[in-house]
């Protein structure tokens, strides 16, 4: 059985309207925080713990949080981990753009395979019936096809390309053949360039959400127990108050070196670091 999401929903109703949100997100985020997104999501899974204490939870929804931002939370957690995943398949994957270039190549080398075969079948009408077909495709499909029609129109009527010391008939067809398979695997790869920046996109857009409403959570769980370090440290990065600590540790380390004033000071946190 799911678990109840947002509303009552079950965990998939809520993830299908959290994705919903995600499409219609604004202001998206594309570069991670500070903190590892492996520690993110290790503290945001922490965080969704401690808001499901009823005691907590009523507490925040006393100081004003609506109770569909705590709901949200786990669901929220779960999209950010599947769509991460799904990128770091894909990430790193690289490939040449180079299918303008081997467009360009294919249309000059079936231009000029036409142009030879045109002059060595012109004795045969349902050849050159053919060849007037090929020289009518449009569009990158039609010249992947055209390319591998010629290669087997030239490999089949070898002896007719025989006496043209000009034209290396087996040569130039396995050639065609070549640079359609070519243009079939770059096309191919282009889409998943698309694919690439798909998945890229669905991460930030689900990191963003997630970062903001754990920021949100933090800061009104941080105001709901005012006066309690103890519960007020589990709304806080245990990662940024490590790291904050050890930039103060450095930065007195360098004055007490005589490290020259005008030093860059380092940036500010992330909000998401809160």
């Given amino acids: 059985m799911g678990t109840c999401g947002e509303g009552g929903m079950d965990g998939s109703e809520a993830l299908s309207a959290l994705r919903e949100e995600l ?3 604004i202001h998206v985020r594309r570069e991670v925080g500070p903190v590892p997104l492996d520690t993110f ?4 899974a922490a965080l969704a713990r401690t808001v499901g204490v009823p005691e907590v939870r009523e507490r925040l ?26 990128w770091m398949v894909v990430k790193g994957r690289s490939y040449s753009n ?9 249309y000059r080398e079936r231009g000029d395979l036409l ?10 009408r349902t050849k050159v019936e053919t060849l007037g077909a090929i020289a009518e495709g449009n569009g990158l499909d ?12 030239i490999e089949q009527n070898a002896d007719a390309f025989a006496r043209d010391r000009t034209f290396d008939a087996p040569a130039r067809a396995q050639g065609a053949r070549q640079l359609a398979e070519r243009l079939q695997q770059t096309q191919t790869e282009e889409l998943f360039d698309t694919l690439q920046r798909g998945l890229r996109d669905q991460r930030d857009r689900a990191y963003t959400l997630l970062s903001r409403l754990v920021r949100e959570i933090r800061i009104t769980g941080r105001y709901a127990f005012r006066g309690d370090p103890t519960m007020m440290s589990r709304f806080s990065s245990a990662y940024a108050i490590a790291r904050g600590r050890k930039r103060r540790r450095t930065a007195r380390m360098d004055q007490e070196e005589g490290t020259p004033a005008n030093r860059v000071a380092p940036a500010d946190p992330s909000p998401t670091e809160g």
Wanted: aromatic share 6%; charged share 25%; no cysteine.
């Fill in 23 to 25: 499409r219609g997100l």
């Fill in 41 to 44: 999501f290790k503290e945001a």
């Fill in 61 to 86: 929804l006393a100081v004003g949080i609506e109770a569909r931002e705590l709901d949200k939370l786990p669901v929220a957690l779960r999209a950010a981990q599947e769509a991460q995943a799904a």
């Fill in 98 to 106: 180079t299918l303008v270039e081997l467009i360009a190549q294919a």
């Fill in 115 to 124: 142009a030879v075969a045109r002059f060595h079948l012109r004795s045969d």
């Fill in 142 to 153: 039609d010249l992947i096809q055209d390319l591998f029609a010629l290669w087997h129109l």
